[in-house]
């Protein structure tokens, strides 16, 4: 479904630091994947290639075998690739229930924005008329933002690190509503996580650190590893050397 051919990345004014190393992978159709490893790994790096935020330096990415290695945001958003940011964007001046419309509109169900909400553990009621903007806290405007994605029908959806600032009973609910939209839809799920309770949604779990996959593997094979330590997830040497 999408696939990446030895995607490399340098960043300007970081030139001949390649912060993305010769990645090859491919996601398929229906599947859940779970990214994980070390901060400064390049996890973010490889959603934002996905999503055309950055383009690569060299490598190609294909979507249903059709190249799309060029296409900018817009154009890759178009043809049904999603992502949730890390650190979502705030906007002046538009109300939450304006956003979740508009996200929805062009998804041919019906989608319900309060039912959206409550996917992702907020109170339609609280929320639908505030301005999304410096008044939410960090944890709200992640689940607004989780839930615009949640509103599209997309091919494929990367979540970039959702648990974070997010309270115990709204992770939950959370990781039951990937778990939904994954039988509801037949989107392609990624999630960038180091949750356990994230991880046990995955058919398949990556490992990423220093710019290159270290492992990639059924969930249950990787956690074997990562619990018997021959898939260290340190970076740097861990305490036990
Ligand atoms: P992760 O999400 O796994 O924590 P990132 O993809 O955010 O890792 O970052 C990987 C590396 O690339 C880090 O060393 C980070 O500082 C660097 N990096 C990411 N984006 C940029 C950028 N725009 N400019 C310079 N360095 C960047
Ligand atoms: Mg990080
Ligand atoms: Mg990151």
Redesign the pocket.
């Known amino acids: 479904m999408l696939e990446l051919q030895q995607v490399s990345l340098e960043?300007d004014g970081?030139s001949g630091v390649e912060?993305l190393k010769d990645i090859n992978l491919k996601f398929h159709e229906k599947k859940i994947y779970v990214v994980t490893?070390p901060?400064?790994?390049?996890?973010?790096?490889l959603a934002k290639i996905i999503m055309g935020v950055y383009n690569p330096t060299s490598g190609k990415i294909l979507l249903d075998g059709q190249e799309i290695t060029e296409l900018n945001i817009t154009e890759r958003a178009r043809r049904g690739i999603g992502y949730a940011f890390q650190s979502p964007p705030r906007f002046k001046g538009i109300k939450v229930k304006e956003l979740l419309k508009m996200a929805a509109s062009h998804n041919p169900d019906n989608v319900n924005i309060c039912d959206l909400l409550y996917d992702v553990g907020l109170c339609a009621q609280d929320y639908l008329n505030r301005d999304v903007d410096a008044s939410l806290s960090g944890g709200e405007m992640k689940r607004i933002e989780i839930a615009t994605v949640l509103a599209r029908n997309l091919k494929i959806a990367v979540f970039d690190e959702p648990e974070a600032g997010i309270d115990l009973w709204s992770f939950q609910k959370l990781a039951e509503t990937f778990k939904n939209i994954h039988t509801k839809y037949d989107t392609t799920i990624v999630i960038i996580s180091h949750q356990e309770r994230i991880m046990e949604l995955a058919d398949e779990i990556i490992l990423?650190s220093n710019g290159t996959i270290s492992a990639q593997s059924e969930r249950d094979t990787i956690l074997a590893g990562i619990l018997n330590n021959d898939a260290c997830m340190c970076s740097t040497k861990c305490a036990k050397g």
């Open positions: 960043i970081k912060i490893g901060n400064g790994g390049g996890k973010s790096s990423m």
